[in-house]
């Protein structure tokens, strides 16, 4: 019996093909097991299992026919073929389009049911699969869906590959690096689930499961493999919607389904790989020998029976000697000033991904309906249009009039709505954000209270026209410049630490500080945050209880909490603002004060705020308060950038086009970052003029660069645009959403 077992790669993130030699070995000591590798880098070719090594061209070098050609005499000759690496499954499935009885893997049809990341076979499998989307749609779409899942998502790419992203920086930067690697624009994002991760691993030949093990991670590498196990049956009722599966999708040869258990118990599928799992001797020592089964019913000779040593298993590292003929490569050679090891998986997978991708492609033609490119809001096209652009000189900031109006007018309404018989919810908007005397002026006729951070902020706040009444103070450092300000009384100030309040509280009694409402910013537990009182432990709750019965009767009492939901995302967000109201709920039974104010913050993407698909997300919020707080009469809420950000444009010109080979790669524009400083946290959508009709178009995606004018390596606009042809020097750009901090934080640089 001749068993060929592809897949040695034994580093950190290894390769099953030793655990299955050593299974295999256990059930047939007599075997010829043949190791197969495409590289003398991958350690486990020197493992004593393997009776013989064959090894092979790495992947970009190989010449692909004349391997399948030598892979067909082999299974021909007799002997089977495990295959351990995705990707030589995958073209090995194609390369046998009939399939072989000692080829030991799927066919390609059942290999498109497990495709990621849908997964169509799991149907009927009582799994779920987590939200996901293509990076194909607009980087706007995308961003939309890492707030909606709390930036806590992975980047994949068609075959493997997952990396973590927090943030829009770390995803543009992974999206290129992956797009590159794997030769295609074709990832996706998926939503993280967290949970205890457990899989099946299973054999199965012709569509029949022969046997499967269901294990339990209980100790993870640095990356997240398996470190240590332990195994269990499979359950019925998951069993036997599983051979239905296998029977369904005519399954042959190993499988791992990886699946993670949510805290309520909920499973969720992950990945579906046509192959055994590294762990897979893990099984075999508790006496479930699972590759043993596959090739029993593959050669009808029956294997030796593997004796259980309990159900746990755990992982050591060894060091092994080399087989003589494949000594150690040579050390690198330095260079300028240092040597570098590569770790790095040698032998070519990638290259050789972004081959079959590319055949895959060619052959199919599958084209991308999708539009990379965000439509904006009929209203900047309205605004930009009234003015005469070619006049202006670049780059300028343009005030989109109707915008903003509309964004204060809806955002007043969006507060009418959420408000019910007993709560009022009053905007007020955040100076900080963008101190545009005309935002200011919009705040106040849209019904708003303003909502500043220092005493300049509120003189300016009065200079517009509110009243002292009207101003919601905020933040570390409220009294800064205070004497630069007669008396007022205002109407509600938050403290942002104890002491303050005990000042406060002091001033309150003396009459220096005049207010309706006094509350404190409470900091979220568990949640990092330099801002607010934290009751993270009993000794910290109990001096806010203190301080709070201290409070003067005579001054009511508000509460106030602030996370960006931006930045922690929606859903997030709603938890904290439900654990807040269990907090704020305590802190009444316990102080016997009634918090009549509740302010929610700001933080808002302007479409999250916006109505959108969940028009409900204020009025629901608003709508849970009395349960827990039911002497709130006012919500306060403080939006900033949802309404600043899209009120303004950033206009530019191209300077040059560099272009290459018929494709422009880089442009040279007027503007720069100095004027887009949020450029690295959110995308910006960008409209070019056409010059015969003068209308407007949104950039698609592409491969183009907009260099910023500053020289500095780090001023790239954007970097994945795609322009029209017709683009010319001296054409105009407008750079969209880039106001707020993109305003107020601009800084002047480069010009002289
Ligand atoms: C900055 C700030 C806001 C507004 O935040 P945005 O992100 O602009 O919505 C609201 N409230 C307080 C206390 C702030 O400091």
């Known amino acids: 019996m001749k068993i060929y077992i592809s897949g040695l790669y034994s580093g950190t993130n290894p390769q099953p093909g030793v655990g ?7 059930a047939y ?63 090995l499935a194609k390369s046998f389009p009939d399939g072989h009885p000692n080829l030991l893997i799927p066919p390609i049809t059942a290999l498109e049911q497990v495709s990621k990341p849908a997964i169509p076979a799991h149907d009927g499998f009582p799994v779920k699969i987590s939200p996901f989307i293509s990076t194909q749609v607009s980087d706007w779409e995308l961003h939309a869906f890492c707030r909606e899942h709390n930036w806590m998502v992975w980047l994949k790419g068609p075959y493997y590959d997952a990396v973590r992203v927090r943030s829009w920086a770390q995803l543009v930067e992974m999206r290129h690096l992956l797009s590159t690697a794997w030769a295609t624009e074709d990832l996706f994002l998926q939503a993280h689930v967290s949970g205890y991760e457990e899989s099946i691993s299973l054999s199965a030949y012709q569509g029949e499961l022969l046997d499967c093990v269901w294990m339990r991670k209980r100790d993870l590498t640095e990356i997240g493999k398996t470190w240590s196990g332990d195994i269990s049956e ?104 240092e040597v570098g090891h590569s770790m790095k998986h040698p032998s070519g997978l990638l290259q050789f991904a972004g081959m079959l991708h590319k055949d895959e492609k060619s052959g199919s033609k599958k084209k991308t309906t999708t539009s990379a490119a965000t ?98 103070l905020n933040g570390p450092a409220k009294w800064w410049q205070k004497e630069t300000l007669a008396e007022h009384s205002f109407f509600t100030v938050f403290c942002d630490s104890l002491n303050e309040l005990d000042q406060a509280i002091d001033r309150l009694n003396s009459g220096g500080l005049q207010t309706e409402y006094i509350g404190l910013r409470i900091r979220t537990p568990n949640v990092v945050s330099r801002f ?48 807040i109201l269990r907090w704020c709920s305590s802190l009444e039974a316990l102080t016997g004060r009634l918090i009549e104010v509740l302010d929610i913050g700001g933080g808002w993407f302007p479409e999250d705020m916006d109505g959108g698909a969940d028009e409900g997300r204020l009025k ?19 939006p900033g950038k949802a309404l600043a950000q899209p009120s303004m444009a950033l206009a530019m010109q191209i300077l040059e086009i560099r272009d290459e080979e018929e494709h422009v790669h880089d442009v040279v ?84």
């Not at 299955?20 to 256990?26: D, L, M, N, P």
């Not at 004796?307 to 000594?327: C, D, H, K, M, W």
């Not at 007043?412 to 900080?432: C, G, L, M, P, Q």
């Not at 629901?620 to 403080?638: G, N, T, W, Y």
């Open 669 to 752: 524009v007027d503007g720069s970052i100095a004027e887009l400083p949020m450029h690295f946290f959110y995308p910006h959508r960008i409209l070019t003029q056409n010059g015969s009709d003068l209308s407007w178009t949104p950039l698609e995606r592409g491969k183009t660069r907009l260099l910023g004018r500053l020289c500095m390596e780090h001023d790239i606009v954007a970097s994945n645009v795609e322009l029209p042809k017709s683009a010319r020097v001296g054409d105009i750009l407008v750079v969209c959403d880039a106001g707020a901090y993109d305003r107020s934080m601009s800084y002047v640089f480069g010009r002289g």
């Open 20 to 26: 299955i030699a050593r299974s295999v070995r256990a």
């Open 620 to 638: 629901k919020a608003v709508a849970s308060i009395p349960d827990l707080l039911p002497h709130v009469k006012q919500v306060l809420c403080e």
């Open 234 to 337: 499979v359950e019925p009722e998951l069993r036997e919607p599983l051979c239905e599966i296998i029977s369904r999708i005519g399954w042959t040869g190993g499988a791992e389904l990886e699946m993670i258990r949510d805290t309520g118990d909920g499973m969720w599928l992950l990945e579906w790989n046509p192959r055994y799992p590294a762990w897979i001797h893990g099984a075999t020592i508790t006496g479930r020998n699972i590759p043993a089964k596959l090739i029993e019913a593959a050669s009808g000779v029956p294997g030796q029976k593997a004796a259980s040593q309990g159900n746990e298993f755990t992982r050591v590292v060894l060091e092994i000697p080399l087989r003589p003929q494949y000594p150690l490569s040579p050390l690198p050679e330095p260079f300028p000033g």
């Open 375 to 472: 439509p904006v809001p009929d209203t900047f096209i309205e605004d930009l249009n009234t003015f005469d652009l070619a006049s202006l000189s670049t780059p300028t900031r343009i005030f989109l009039e109707n915008t903003a109006a509309k964004g204060f007018r809806d955002a007043s309404a969006r507060a009418e709505a959420a408000s019910t018989d007993t709560i009022r919810v009053t905007n007020a908007y955040s100076i900080k954000t963008d101190p545009d005397e005309r935002l200011i002026r919009l705040a106040l006729e849209s019904g708003f209270y303003a909502e500043a951070i220092s005493i300049p902020e509120v003189r300016k706040a009065l200079d517009v026209g509110f009243r002292p009444d009207q101003i919601v």
């Open 29 to 91: 000591p007599d075997a010829t097991i043949i190791g197969v590798e495409y590289s003398n880098r991958c350690s486990g070719i020197h493992w004593n299992d393997f009776d013989e090594i064959w090894l092979q061209r790495p992947w970009e070098e190989i010449n692909i026919e004349v391997h399948a050609g030598e892979i067909k005499k082999v299974l021909d000759s007799g002997a089977l073929w495990i295959s351990s690496i995705d990707l030589e499954i995958m073209w």
């Open 532 to 579: 607010g009182i934290s009751i993270a432990t009993p000794d910290e709750f109990n001096r806010v209880i203190d301080a709070v019965r201290r409070i003067p009767q005579t001054t009511k009492l508000g509460v106030h909490f602030h996370m960006a939901s931006s930045n922690i995302g929606i859903r997030s967000w709603e938890f904290l603002f439900q654990s």
